[in-house]
């Protein structure tokens, strides 16, 4: 089983940048899918973006389309989510998670394995 963790989270002014890491432990990301989910205050977790480690397949929510851009490094064995153009919406807690299927997911459902979360929060 994978353990996750990630890092890269902080405080950032608007229209700023970030870069999540989301590093993997206990195995490799072969053969898994990797995505990225948050939940702000209140709110339900939402699906972000995701990645499939086997084939590079992506797939964006359309509120971070064209602004979010999920990438791996696999001489590190990690998933990062780099976050342009930051909004005050953007601010949440952010989920890596990691499925054992090559093929990716929005569905939270679909994602057995869970990192802490780092927290994203966006001034304006």
């Known amino acids: 089983q994978v353990q996750l963790v990630e890092s890269g989270g902080g405080l950032v002014q608007a229209g700023g940048s970030l870069r999540l890491s989301c590093a993997a432990s206990?195995?490799?990301?072969?053969?898994?899918?990797v995505g990225w989910f948050r939940q702000a205050p209140g709110k339900d977790r939402e699906f972000v973006a995701t990645?499939?480690?086997?084939?590079?397949?992506?797939d964006y929510a359309d509120s971070v389309k064209g602004r979010f851009t999920i990438s791996r490094d696999n001489a590190k064995n990690t998933v990062l989510l780099q976050m342009n153009s930051l909004e005050s919406e953007d601010t949440a807690v952010y989920y890596c998670?990691?499925?054992?299927?090559?093929?990716?997911?929005?569905?939270?459902?679909?994602?057995?394995?869970w990192g802490q979360g780092t927290q994203v929060t966006v001034s304006s």
């Open positions: 998670a990691a499925r054992n299927r090559w093929y990716p997911s929005r569905s939270l459902n679909d994602y057995a394995n």
């Open positions: 206990g195995r490799t990301f072969s053969g898994y899918t």
């Open positions: 990645i499939s480690w086997t084939s590079g397949m992506t």
